[in-house]
C-alpha cells in the first residue's frame, strides 16, 4: 500500500474534518493498537481545543494542533508521560491573554509535555522603560492555531505522522510560519519531530525556538531523580540557583512553595554535533531522553521547579537557539536565528521514552561516553553574556 494523505484542516481551501479515524484493520502490516485519530474537545477552557492522536502500537502521542502544534500528553503501557500542571488544560488560545500587563498571561495555558516557545521571542517578559509590555513570557506561537493539518501512514516505511502549519505573522512586523511533522515508526517508543520555520517576507528577519519539554509527577520526577547530560559548560541563572549548583542535575522531594531555579547550559556533541540528555527517575528504571543537534539548538537549559503536586511539580528540559532570558539581552549577544528574505530554518528534536533499566542504563553509557571527551566547566555564579541580570 503506498503511503497516504488525508487533509483535517485547510483554512485556505476551507477544509476541515470534524473527527477522524484510521485503526489498524484500516493499514496492511500496521501493529495491533495503532491508531491515527481526530477530535475536538467539548466544554470548559478546553472547549473547541482540535486533538489528534497518534498511537503506533506502543507509545501513543497527542498532539494540539489549535495550541501550535504543541504536545499534550504521551502514554506507553501504563506510563503516562508528562505532568499534572494546575491549569485544567488544554485551554483554548482565545482564554489565554498573552497583552495582559504583568506579560506572564501564557501561564494561563501551560500544561503540556512539549510546548514550543517563540517565533519573535522565547523567554521572560519585557518592558520598556513606561513599563509597557513589549515581549510576553515564552511568545506566541504555543497559542496560534494551526492553518492547515494533514496526517499521514506509510506502511511501507512504517510510519505514521501529523503535519502542522501555524502563522506567527503581524502586518509591518514579522512575518513567520512554522511547519512541524511528528513522525512515529510502528511498535517504537519514540517519536522525531522535525520544524521549519519560514521567513515569508521579502526582508530579513530574526526569530527564536525553545522546545520547553516538560516531566513531573506521576512518573519521572520522584526524590532522587537525575538527569544525565553531556556538559561542556554549566552556569546558574541566578544567586538562588547558583545556592544549589552542586545538585544542579539532581531532584529533591516536592517541597510546597520552593522557588523555581534554573541552569543555563552548552552541551558536548559528537562528530556530527549530535547530543543526547535524559532524564531518569531515581531508581533508574524509567527515563525519558531528548536528542537533537548543537548546531540548530546550541543552548540548553534546565528549569527546576520542584513545588508541591497540587501547584504543578515539574522539571522542563529545553533545547533552544538561545536562552530564555528577555529577548533584547538576548539579541545583543547573538543568540538569535538570522532568516533571509524568503529563507528558512530546520529543527529536529527526539523524545525517547525507556520503559525499562536496561534501556536507562544503556542511555547513559552512551551519554557518559560522550562526556568522557571533555572536562566540564561548571561555573559557580550567574556570568556575564550568560545571564540576563548578571
Same mark, same amino acid.
Given at each position: 500500500m503506498a503511503a497516504k494523505t488525508w487533509v483535517l484542516t485547510d483554512v485556505a481551501q476551507q477544509e476541515y474534518v470534524d473527527s477522524f479515524q484510521l485503526a489498524a484493520k484500516d493499514l496492511p502490516g500496521a501493529p495491533a493498537g495503532l491508531e491515527i485519530s481526530k477530535r475536538t474537545l467539548r466544554g470548559g477552557l478546553s472547549d473547541g481545543v482540535d486533538v489528534v492522536r497518534l498511537n503506533n502500537g506502543k507509545l501513543a502521542i497527542d498532539v494540539l494542533p489549535t495550541r501550535g502544534m504543541s504536545l499534550h500528553r504521551a502514554w506507553s503501557g501504563d506510563d503516562v508521560i508528562g505532568w499534572d500542571s494546575p491549569v485544567p488544560g488544554p485551554v483554548h488560545p482565545s482564554?489565554?491573554?498573552l497583552g495582559e500587563p504583568s506579560g506572564l498571561g501564557w501561564l494561563d495555558g501551560f500544561d503540556e509535555l512539549m510546548v514550543r516557545c517563540g517565533l519573535e521571542s522565547n523567554g521572560a517578559p519585557e518592558f520598556d522603560e513606561q513599563g509597557k509590555l513589549l515581549y510576553t513570557l515564552h511568545g506566541r506561537i504555543g497559542n496560534r492555531p494551526a492553518q492547515r493539518v494533514t496526517v499521514s501512514a506509510d506502511p511501507d516505511k512504517q510510519t505514521i505522522s501529523v503535519t502542522g502549519e501555524v502563522y506567527e505573522t503581524r502586518f509591518h512586523f514579522l512575518k513567520l510560519k512554522l511547519v512541524s511533522t511528528l513522525t512515529m515508526k510502528f511498535n517504537e517508543n519514540a517519536l522525531q519531530i522535525h520544524d521549519e520555520i519560514h521567513n515569508l517576507s521579502a526582508s530579513a528577519a530574526e526569530s527564536q525556538i525553545l522546545y520547553h519539554t516538560n516531566f513531573g509527577q506521576p512518573g519521572l520526577l520522584d526524590a532522587g531523580a537525575q538527569l544525565?547530560?553531556?556538559?561542556?559548560?554549566?552556569?546558574?541563572?541566578?544567586d538562588h540557583a547558583a545556592s544549589s549548583i552542586d545538585q544542579w542535575n539532581s531532584y529533591a522531594a516536592a517541597e510546597p512553595g520552593i522557588e523555581e531555579q534554573v541552569y543555563f547550559i552548552h552541551l558536548l556533541g559528537d562528530g556530527q554535533d549530535n547530543t543526547s540528555v535524559m532524564l531518569k527517575n531515581a531508581h533508574g528504571t524509567k527515563g525519558v531522553s531528548l536528542d537533537f543537534n548543537v548546531k540548530q539548538l546550541p543552548c540548553f537549559s534546565v528549569w527546576k521547579n520542584t513545588t508541591a503536586r497540587e501547584d504543578g511539580c515539574v522539571t522542563g528540559i529545553?533545547?533552544?537557539?538561545?536562552? +530564555?532570558? +528577555?529577548?533584547?539581552?538576548?539579541?545583543?549577544?547573538?543568540?538569535?536565528?538570522?532568516?533571509? +528574505?524568503g529563507g528558512h530554518a530546520s529543527f529536529d528534536l527526539g523524545i525517547k521514552w525507556h520503559a525499562t533499566d536496561v534501556e536507562v542504563q544503556a542511555t547513559q553509557q552512551r551519554i557518559e561516553k560522550l562526556q568522557s571527551t571533555a572536562e566540564p566547566k561548571i561555573f559557580r555564579k550567574p556570568q556575564p553574556g550568560w545571564c540576563s541580570d548578571a
Open positions: 482564554l489565554v491573554d544525565v547530560a553531556p556538559l561542556k559548560t554549566v552556569v546558574p541563572r541566578n529545553e533545547p533552544g537557539t538561545n536562552f +530564555p532570558n +528577555p529577548r533584547t539581552y538576548e539579541g545583543e549577544q547573538g543568540r538569535v536565528q538570522k532568516l533571509a +528574505p
